[in-house]
């Protein structure tokens, strides 16, 4: 009786990474230490073992107390999830509809997803001691790798063991002999913390409004809008107050939409904060991005960089938050656990009680609505900084002159004109690949992806057809495949074809093509951005990887050869995209003392979008958009849901998605006037992608509260479905896209 007592007071409630939106109890057996919330358990579930997180103590038992299970072991000591974190991922879980324990098996680094120590193994950091200083002159010539160790260890400050083996092959041995004998120094380090410097550029009178006003809220939740203009110095805003932030001995958080952007901010936040840094991205090693959450944890980094999943890190006491480019459809979480970081963001500001700023040139308009709210305090900067000017914006309509492989005229003068001034110029275009429609005119056969609905393009260099939807790959033939007669033929522009356009024209001309097919990685394109900044690249031909907030102050000219493609789109933002990737990519131009130009070809000049857009009159874009949103009833005057579902079988996704909706409807005439509606089911606008037809369901709801009450008795009831478990199904809350 007294063992089943204290047994009872030691229930605990777990959650574990499985695909189920509940938690689970166990015991705690009295031999164990009692663990507290958040902390890391080892518990068996069926015939295996999972490591799960602790979300409660001593509550109420969910079964009869004889078949609660007992925890394998306590893996921690002290909380691998904070208080602070655990708020904001239990408050996501139920916001995103997503299964708790899934949240939480995200947020952390994957060695803390097994039963590893909480506390990172750290690299060693050699150094040269006096009495190595001392030796390097006398050790024997034949003792060469000693000599290259401790001359490697002179030239720099301090070395990781991963580097000291960088051209020195077998460096175990020799390096224990000089840690003997005194003659070098190791430590652990955290390699990824980066001291800084203090500030060196003055601020215009717009630029320090904005960060007085910051700075004056700075202890308590306020949201601000920062909305500047390409080129206004939003960087510069968010550094200056993230360096107030940090003499008080807090942290911020960094968030930007690209990995490419990493370097840049890291270079601008050593010049700018003092502090130390710690970058986090989904290409880190898991060593390091264990190093820098545990960094991030423990308060030993000032500033946290990172991409979306650096909004899930823990913080000791994080002071401000910061998220560039607030707009980035990067930032939603398209699979999984599908979050929006910006929003995740916010929430996180809110429940830690401090600032968060959004920065954009092109703000989405759900931000612009929280503002017309009163919910976010606007910000402006409306010219550039430094005295540059806006690029002269110029339509070129393409029903009046001809484009020989996507360039017309007046773009091949302009391209001369800068080479011959020895400007640099951007080509925007956002298609990869040589042509996106292969074809055979003899007998109409088209180069289709056999898993997709999608056509194949031709990238020439591999020569290879390439579905870019699922990565289905096919040999490129210069004879039909289908009549084994007819010509294949070519139609329409991808970078490939632009950039041998452009070699042809310009022989001498250095030419980069700058695209994912062609950049692999943060490194090599960080590599390839110096060598733009540096001055050795004239034109540069690439995708909307370019509009991503890059300072390229050599650039005078931009081209946008494709623009019209944006207005294809079926989703109801596809005019919002398309401003704004025209407006960022069209601010790479005339950013230093040289006056910008932009070209934009397309066959619909007098569309309001493109009017406004010549105008750089982003707030009569905005307007306007909101407008139509509201009479469409379309976010953010309504939220939206969408459910998904997927099979190898046709109708399968479909009659899931009729049942569900049937349930859901008997849901709803339960609870009436709750304003939620049920659209029918229909198929993807991609109906088949990857082998997998896809179908989906869209529910829209007036208020927060009861779209979100409805959806948690509604998702229960799909769960208990058995034909639940025979399809892939979903549900994407603020879906970003229609697909």
Request: glycine fraction near 6%; hydrophobic fraction near 40%; charged fraction near 25%.
């Amino acid at each position: 009786m007294t063992t089943q007592s204290k047994r009872s007071s030691a229930i605990v409630r777990v959650a574990l990474p499985l695909p189920l939106r509940r938690t689970f109890d166990y015991l705690v057996d009295d031999t164990m230490p009692l663990p507290t919330v958040g902390m890391r358990v080892l518990v068996p579930v069926r015939q295996r073992s999972l490591v799960g997180v602790v979300t409660a103590i001593s509550v109420e038992p969910s079964v009869n107390l004889s078949k609660l299970r007992t925890v394998i072991q306590v893996i921690d000591q002290i909380p691998t999830i904070p208080a602070t974190l655990l708020k904001i991922l239990l408050w996501a879980s139920e916001y995103y509809h997503h299964p708790v324990g899934e949240v939480l098996h995200a947020a952390m680094p994957s060695a803390l997803r097994r039963s590893r120590d909480l506390m990172p193994e750290l690299p060693r950091v050699f150094r040269l001691t006096a009495a190595g200083q001392e030796a390097l002159a006398t050790v024997p010539i034949r003792a060469r790798v000693q000599r290259q160790l401790l001359a490697r260890c002179h030239l720099e400050h301090g070395l990781e063991e991963s580097a000291l083996r960088e051209g020195i092959p077998h460096v175990h041995a020799p390096l224990r002999r000089l840690l003997a004998r005194g003659w070098i120094s190791a430590e652990s380090a955290y390699p990824l913390v980066r001291a800084a410097r203090a500030p060196a550029i003055d601020l215009g009178t717009d630029q320090q409004r904005a960060v007085d006003a910051m700075v004056a809220e700075s202890v308590r939740f306020t949201p601000f809008l920062l909305h500047g203009v390409t080129g206004s110095g939003k960087t510069e805003v968010y550094l200056r107050a993230a360096a107030a932030v940090i003499a008080r001995h807090k942290q911020v958080l960094v968030l930007v939409p690209e990995i490419a952007l990493t370097p840049q901010f890291i270079a601008r936040i050593e010049n700018t904060v003092g502090g130390r840094l710690v970058v986090l991205h989904s290409q880190m090693s898991a060593g390091e991005r264990h190093r820098a959450w545990w960094a991030a944890s423990a308060g030993l980094a000032d500033v946290v960089l990172g991409t979306r999943l650096a909004v899930l890190a823990p913080f000791k006491a994080l002071g401000l938050v910061i998220v560039d480019e607030e707009h980035d459809l990067s930032y939603k979480q398209q699979d999984g656990f599908r979050y929006h970081a910006r929003d995740v963001a916010v929430k996180r500001a809110q429940l830690a009680q401090v600032p968060v700023v959004l920065g954009s040139a092109t703000p989405s308009l759900e931000s612009i609505a929280n503002v017309h709210r009163g919910r976010y305090q606007l910000l402006s900067l409306p010219e550039r900084a430094g005295g540059a000017q806006m690029p002269r914006v110029r339509l070129l309509d393409l029903s009046a002159m001809p484009a020989a492989e996507g360039l017309s005229p007046p773009v091949v003068k302009a391209l001369a004109r800068r080479l011959d001034r020895g400007e640099q110029s951007i080509l925007y275009v956002n298609r990869r690949g040589f042509a996106p429609v292969v074809g055979c005119s003899a007998c109409g056969w088209q180069g289709r992806c056999g898993r997709c609905d999608a056509a194949l393009t031709l990238h020439r260099r591999s020569g290879v057809l390439r579905c870019h939807h699922c990565g289905a790959v096919e040999p490129a033939l210069d004879h039909c495949p289908q009549c084994h007669g007819g010509d294949v033929y070519h139609v329409g522009e991808g970078t490939q074809r632009i950039e041998e356009a452009v070699q042809r024209l310009f022989p001498e001309a250095r030419v980069m093509r700058f695209d994912s097919d062609r950049i692999k990685g943060g490194e090599h394109m960080a590599a390839d951005l110096q060598r733009v900044r540096d001055g050795a690249v004239d034109i540069l031909v690439g995708t909307q990887l370019l509009s991503k907030g890059h300072d390229f102050p050599a650039v005078t000219l931009v081209c946008v050869l494709s623009a019209d493609r944006g207005l294809y789109a079926t989703d109801f933002r596809s005019s919002e995209r398309l401003f704004q990737q025209l407006t960022q990519v069209s601010g790479r131009a005339g950013r230093a003392q040289r006056p910008g130009e932009v070209l934009i070809q397309t066959l619909y000049p007098t569309l309001p979008t493109y009017e406004y857009l010549t105008r750089h009159d982003f707030d009569g874009f905005a307007s306007a958009a909101l407008d139509e949103r509201k009479l469409a009833s379309c976010p953010p005057y309504r939220r939206f849901v969408l459910l998904r579902a997927e099979s190898p079988h046709l109708e399968m996704p479909l009659e899931f998605l009729r049942q569900v909706r049937q349930i859901g409807e008997r849901r709803l005439r339960e609870q009436p006037h709750t304003g939620v509606v049920l659209l029918d089911a229909v198929p993807s606008p991609m109906e088949r992608r990857a082998g997998r037809y896809r179908a989906q369901l869209l529910v829209s709801g007036r208020g927060r509260a009861a779209l979100h009450s409805f959806l948690s008795v509604w998702l229960s009831d799909i769960e208990s479905l058995r034909r639940a478990r025979t399809v892939r199904w979903s549900v994407d809350v603020d879906p970003q896209e229609m697909y």
